[in-house]
């Protein structure tokens, strides 16, 4: 059996193949992909399996582009020209010369999922606006990604998790055409499928687990299964998965025997200040506060 986890990593590679290696650097986070690029003159022809947005950091002349169509535009993109694939629609796209821009890939489950905890709805359609647009408030966030994807340092996943999550809103708030409430189950999860979801949980939960492969699990529609498991688990998945890395991070921390850092590796945390950062948040203090209550 392939589960959705398994489509999600070839949409990921994907994602990436399209793109050159030795265009940039990039990095995969738990709800995107990002890739800082420079390339040159060329062609490539796209079908998006993921929500896809390029974001132009130096101007560029001249762009031949098409969005689900055999329609051909011509245009010029400065700085900050905003392009918005969504997923499922094919693109096409020429340019004669050195272009360089920042690609945000978003799976369709996690914007559904942010669009459940932000707006209360499950589903959403993206209309992409008109070639040439411009979007500050997209280049703002795209500039600070390709910064720690360029820097010096190992770009730091968690910090980049929260700039692909703030991309995500943005995009959710500002080109968002259609959001429909679906029909909302009428109960939680059936028992059996709970069961599955909870041992599946239990066993992975220290990877990366997204909802696609969770609803797998269950056997439901990803959208469903986010309302489904929130009526039945009294969260969100993300929210439940935390709190089971949570409960190991605490009980390890209790013990006294182990380095905080090995810990957070050990919980399924990037480091030791994505535990920091995301204990205080939840439990209200930091592993060194937590190991010395004892």
């Given amino acids: 059996m392939i589960y959705a986890g398994e489509v999600r990593e070839r949409a990921d590679r994907y994602v990436f193949d399209i793109i050159p290696e030795n265009a940039g650097p990039r990095k995969a986070t738990a709800r995107g992909s990002v890739i800082s690029s420079v390339r040159n003159p060329g062609s490539q022809k796209f079908l998006a399996k993921e929500h896809a947005v390029g974001i ?14 055999d329609r051909i535009t011509e245009y010029d993109a400065p700085v900050g020209c905003v392009a918005v694939n969504p997923a499922g629609v094919d693109s096409s796209l020429a340019w004669s010369e050195t272009r360089r821009n920042l690609v945000v890939a978003i799976p369709p489950e996690i914007l559904s999922e942010l669009a459940l905890q932000e707006f209360d709805l499950a589903n959403v359609e993206l209309e992409p606006p008109a070639f040439g647009t411009v979007d500050l408030a997209a280049l703002s966030i ?109 009980r390890l921390l209790s013990e006294g025997e182990i380095a905080i850092a090995e810990i957070a590796y050990m919980s399924g945390f990037s480091d030791q200040s994505h535990l920091a950062t995301t204990m205080k948040r939840y439990r209200g203090r930091t592993p060194t506060e937590l190991r010395y209550m004892r």
């Fill in 56 to 69: 132009v950091l130096a101007p560029s002349r001249k762009l031949r582009a098409s969005l689900g169509s």
């Fill in 142 to 250: 795209a500039q600070r990604i390709s910064v720690e994807l360029t820097g010096k340092a190992t770009p730091n996943e968690l910090y980049l998790d929260s700039l692909v999550t703030l991309f995500s809103t943005h995009l959710l708030r500002t080109y968002a055409s259609t959001m429909k409430q679906l029909p909302l189950p009428r109960g939680g999860l059936s028992a059996k499928s709970a069961r599955r979801v909870e041992e599946y949980l239990r066993e992975r939960f220290t990877e990366k687990v997204h909802v696609a492969e969770l609803a797998a699990v269950a056997g439901i529609s990803p959208n469903h299964f986010i309302v489904r498991f929130a009526k039945t688990f009294g969260m969100p998945p993300h929210r439940y998965l935390i709190n089971l890395r949570l409960d190991l991070a605490q």
